[in-house]
Protein backbone atom coordinates (compact mmCIF):
# COMPACT_ATOMS: atom_id res chain seq x y z
CA UNK A 1 0.00 0.00 0.00
CA UNK A 2 2.54 2.32 1.06
CA UNK A 3 4.39 1.93 -3.07
CA UNK A 4 0.97 2.73 -4.28
CA UNK A 5 0.07 6.35 -2.00
CA UNK A 6 4.08 7.15 -3.30
CA UNK A 7 2.57 6.43 -6.81
CA UNK A 8 -0.17 8.38 -6.28
CA UNK A 9 1.34 11.64 -4.72
CA UNK A 10 4.20 11.55 -7.23
CA UNK A 11 0.93 11.76 -10.04
CA UNK A 12 -0.07 14.61 -8.31
CA UNK A 13 3.43 16.05 -8.25
CA UNK A 14 3.24 16.55 -4.74
CA UNK A 15 6.73 16.50 -2.20
CA UNK A 16 6.10 14.79 1.07
CA UNK A 17 6.38 18.59 2.14
CA UNK A 18 3.44 19.59 0.29
CA UNK A 19 0.92 16.34 1.20
CA UNK A 20 2.02 16.76 4.62
CA UNK A 21 0.95 20.45 4.31
CA UNK A 22 -2.27 19.24 3.15
CA UNK A 23 -3.25 16.65 5.46
CA UNK A 24 -1.67 17.48 8.99
CA UNK A 25 0.46 14.43 8.98
CA UNK A 26 4.04 15.34 9.34
CA UNK A 27 6.60 14.30 6.84
CA UNK A 28 8.41 11.99 8.49
CA UNK A 29 4.95 9.67 9.32
CA UNK A 30 4.37 9.80 5.22
CA UNK A 31 7.66 8.63 4.72
CA UNK A 32 7.14 5.66 7.07
CA UNK A 33 3.88 5.16 5.16
CA UNK A 34 5.49 5.13 1.97
CA UNK A 35 7.67 2.45 3.03
CA UNK A 36 5.39 0.40 4.36
CA UNK A 37 5.98 0.74 7.62
CA UNK A 38 4.25 0.29 10.61
CA UNK A 39 2.34 3.70 11.39
CA UNK A 40 -0.84 4.68 13.36
CA UNK A 41 -4.19 4.53 11.60
CA UNK A 42 -4.50 7.70 12.37
CA UNK A 43 -2.17 8.66 10.32
CA UNK A 44 -3.48 6.81 7.60
CA UNK A 45 -7.20 8.37 7.62
CA UNK A 46 -5.81 11.76 6.73
CA UNK A 47 -3.94 11.11 4.16
CA UNK A 48 -6.36 8.30 2.45
CA UNK A 49 -9.30 10.96 2.69
CA UNK A 50 -6.99 13.22 0.55
CA UNK A 51 -6.18 10.61 -2.02
CA UNK A 52 -10.15 9.17 -2.14
CA UNK A 53 -11.73 12.64 -1.85
CA UNK A 54 -8.69 14.59 -4.42
CA UNK A 55 -6.93 11.96 -7.01
CA UNK A 56 -9.15 10.38 -9.44
CA UNK A 57 -7.58 7.38 -8.81
CA UNK A 58 -8.29 7.02 -5.21
CA UNK A 59 -10.55 5.03 -4.88
CA UNK A 60 -7.97 1.68 -5.54
CA UNK A 61 -6.16 2.68 -2.09
CA UNK A 62 -9.79 1.40 -0.53
CA UNK A 63 -9.70 -1.63 -2.53
CA UNK A 64 -6.01 -1.88 -1.16
CA UNK A 65 -7.23 -1.35 2.35
CA UNK A 66 -9.79 -4.23 2.00
CA UNK A 67 -7.35 -6.62 0.85
CA UNK A 68 -5.71 -5.88 3.78
CA UNK A 69 -5.11 -7.74 7.33
CA UNK A 70 -8.59 -8.24 9.26
CA UNK A 71 -7.01 -6.89 12.15
CA UNK A 72 -6.05 -3.79 10.87
CA UNK A 73 -9.58 -3.20 8.88
CA UNK A 74 -11.33 -4.21 12.30
CA UNK A 75 -8.86 -1.01 13.28
CA UNK A 76 -9.84 1.29 10.78
CA UNK A 77 -13.96 0.79 11.07
CA UNK A 78 -13.30 1.64 15.13
CA UNK A 79 -11.81 5.05 13.77
CA UNK A 80 -14.33 5.57 11.64
CA UNK A 81 -17.26 4.77 13.36
CA UNK A 82 -15.73 7.19 16.47
CA UNK A 83 -15.67 9.91 13.51
CA UNK A 84 -19.16 11.61 13.20
CA UNK A 85 -20.84 12.52 10.36
CA UNK A 86 -19.10 15.59 9.10
CA UNK A 87 -15.73 13.64 9.83
CA UNK A 88 -15.41 15.55 13.61
CA UNK A 89 -15.67 12.97 16.87
CA UNK A 90 -19.30 12.31 18.05
CA UNK A 91 -18.43 14.90 21.13
CA UNK A 92 -18.59 18.26 18.98
CA UNK A 93 -14.73 18.36 19.27
Same mark, same amino acid.
Given at each position: ?????????????????? /??E #????? +?? *??????? @?Q??? %? !??? /??? #????? +?? *??????? @???F? %? !???????RL??????????? @??????
Amino acid at each position: MGQRLRELREQRKLTRAE /LSE #LTGVA +TS *AIVRLER @GQDVR %L !STY /LPV #LDYFI +TR *APQGWMI @GERFA %L !SSASRRRRLLAALDHLGPEG @GDHDGA
